[in-house]
């Protein structure tokens, strides 16, 4: 699940009135200026009276293509189409070898690999991985549109626009300033692949002029399961932003990806690239001109757009700018940079890119107002930010690396460029280097899945954990590598948890590795390094289907089998509905009575899935058959403890004569592997007879699994100050720990995890919590919940939608209260002995001022937040 930036450091910007570009001037004169990067150099030479625009490359950008030859899936099941030869571990190295602390061309390899994973849709056949496969076919059949494709956001499959534009604006922008580093390291054409993966999505998007979806999927119900994307069986509506009912920074942001693309592709697809800017035009022209959130809703929770849309306008105003030279964009992006917020002390984020549209106007126009913004920025990150012990540049709870190495990116773009003072440029690439090395190991580990020493094992990721039973922690070890993504990371002191549950610090998300990857080409530019060859996300295909067998019942003339039917299939999951079982028999003493196999009862009091298809023929001469009971509901799935496994008992009886057992293929190993399971017409369980009756061996060890593995409920561990134990109402039945996020400054916000320690059930929906504080006079509280789930002793996760707070005065106020957040929960179920309850929230003013908090009743301890259940005290004292 993928959470906003936590919101006690943000100031909401208010959305001042200001120019328009409804009627752009025209530009008076020829006017000549450069944009220069890395990789690839924009000279713009406006006309007066035509606005053309002509742009000359400083490098080629045509990369060589991969001479890998495309196989197809073995497995017509397998909608993810396998490179010949890649391997995880590939085949040895290649390239330029480094100088640098690490390997920075295998870095840059992994990271962008990582967004190739995050795909949904029609996945092409040369994707680099063997547990992807299509998904989310439907999406966008609510509203008669296709907006199949795009990525997933995070660890989740919600498809936001917000910071997925984001994330492609900022890799379009990593190319532009490094195009020679992608291209010697090998990796052009995958992020140049990366990057139209969603442009192409968002071009779905945008129908017409009027009209943008802006997400699919809804964030609640996404995050109420966990499985695998190939899996989903989830409703997912599309929402769409309108000019009734606008959204000016989702469209700003798809208007700046557009834009950013445009460039990228002008070199070596024109026609892409104008129809990458035609569209980012349209978008802009529609962001311009209402200038309005107020339809960008359905996000709320999850990315609201706290920093309005001005800073949107003044981004894309800028990349149009640099993708046509018109004057009237240059105009407009500096118009809304004016009015956009200023926060310094922030980062570079799907939120907020005020830094990026002033560091693009800097390097366009040389301008001091855009210079001294990005000094001032990377000044705070340099010497007024919170350094943890081994060298994090701390900001936040939420995606601590992102921050950090986002800012690197920046800051070695702004020291790279001829605007950059020659005393300060030294200083932004030793504080570049030193986060993009910390992200990498210098503090001992590594952040990067798959890479480096001590990398992260657990991320949390649905499709990489693999789970089939709708459980994070089933199974115990994740059954993917999820190469290249970059976790959250840790918090102030270096402290770092990597667990499945820990989505503070282990999840992973597009916007956390856009940044990232950034720096990376930026570290692959001055120190080079080596990549791996033929390397893929192509894993050993492990364990997948089984069948465990049993006799419910026998006699003279009859027997009546039980099967329990795993669908565990992960490379990649798969909704199968070719799925056979095949009991076999020897039916000799049938035929030997005057009968034949049609002359048998079949029956079935209990089929969870399928249906029998009869006795079936395997070899006449021998007097072999089987009992064929077909799979083709598409209910055998990896979705859930429902849906994962299938119980049937069938009955065959001969009505007219005696039944051998003795003699039956699949009796004589049922508990093993007698029973035979295919798909599509494939063996891949059990050992089926040879024509002659006898056993051949089996496709497995003949090992039946376990119904469920053990796991043990891992708590999620999220980062910040624990308020000190207060002398509040014991209790034996729940227990509260508070882990703050902030205490001061505009919030009290952080986790509240609610522990059921005594010996029953709890019921979700009888519980209150009242949060005791002081509200400074003639102030709005706001209440905002950014996450709430339950926990399962037996790891069961489930996501609790729906939380809402409402504020009360005390009957006696006191010097540490005189307001009370009263949070409900709605029903959900019940939490069962040693399972847990999490609410991530936020109390703030409704101008994001300052709180003057510190006296408040409930930030003394734990033991003064109280918990009611069903008007019962169960935790916590009152003042």
Known sequence: MKHPKILASILCISLLSGCSLTNPPQPSGSEETSYTGDGISLDVTTDETEGATETSPSSAGTAGTSDD?????????????????LSEKGSGYEGVKGTGAFNYGEALQKSILFYELQRSGDLPDDTRCNWRGDSAMSDGSDNGIDLTGGWY?????????????????????????????????????????????????LIKCHPDDNTYYYQVGDGGADHSWWGPAEAMSMQRPSYKVTRDNPGSAVAGEAAAALAAASVVFAKTDKNYADECLKHAKSLYKFADETRSDSGYTAANGFYNSWSGFYDELSWAGAWLYMATGDKAYLDNAKSCYSQAGHDYNWSMCWDDVHIGAALLLAKITGEKTYTDAVEEHLDFWLKGITYSPKGLAWLDTWGSLRYATTTAFVASVYADSDKCPSAKS??????????????LGSSGRSFVVGFGENAPEHPHHRTAQGSYSNNMNEPSSHRHTLYGALVGGPDASDNYNDTVSDYTANEVACDYNAGFTGILAKMYGKYHGETIKDFGAVEPVGDEYSVEGSVNVDGQDFIEIKALVYNKTAWPARKTASLELRYYLDLSEVIKGGKKAEDLEVNSNYMQSGHVDGIKAWNKDKNLYYLSVVFDDGNLYPGGQEHYKSEIQVRMRNPEGPWDNSNDPSYKGLAGSGICLYDNGKLVWGSEPSADGKDQTPVTDGTAPSDTTDATAATAATSGTQATAATGKASDKVKVTMKYDSKSGNSISGSMEIKNTGNEKISVGSLKVKYFFICDGGKTPVFDCYYSGMLQSDGAYNGVNGVTGAFSD??????????????????????DKGGTITINFSIHYSDWQNMNSAASYSLAGDGNIVIESNGTNIWGSEP
Not at 167 to 180: C, N, P, Q, R, Y
Not at 818 to 825: F, H
């Open 810 to 831: 005390p009957a006696n106020k006191t010097s540490s209260c005189n307001k009370i957040l009263t949070m409900s929960v709605p029903d959900s179920g019940t939490i």
């Open 69 to 85: 030859t495309v196989a197809s899936a073995s497995d017509e099941t397998s909608s993810a189409v396998n490179v010949e030869g």
């Open 153 to 201: 956001d995070a660890g989740d499959h919600v498809k936001f626009n917000l910071p997925m534009a984001y994330s492609a604006a900022m890799l379009a922008w990593s190319v532009t300033e490094s195009e020679d580093a992608y291209k010697e390291a090998g990796q052009l054409e995958y992020i140049k692949s990366d990057i139209k993966w969603v442009t192409d999505y």
């Open 426 to 439: 030294a200083d932004y690439w030793k504080f570049a280097e030193s986060q993009i090395n910390y992200a």
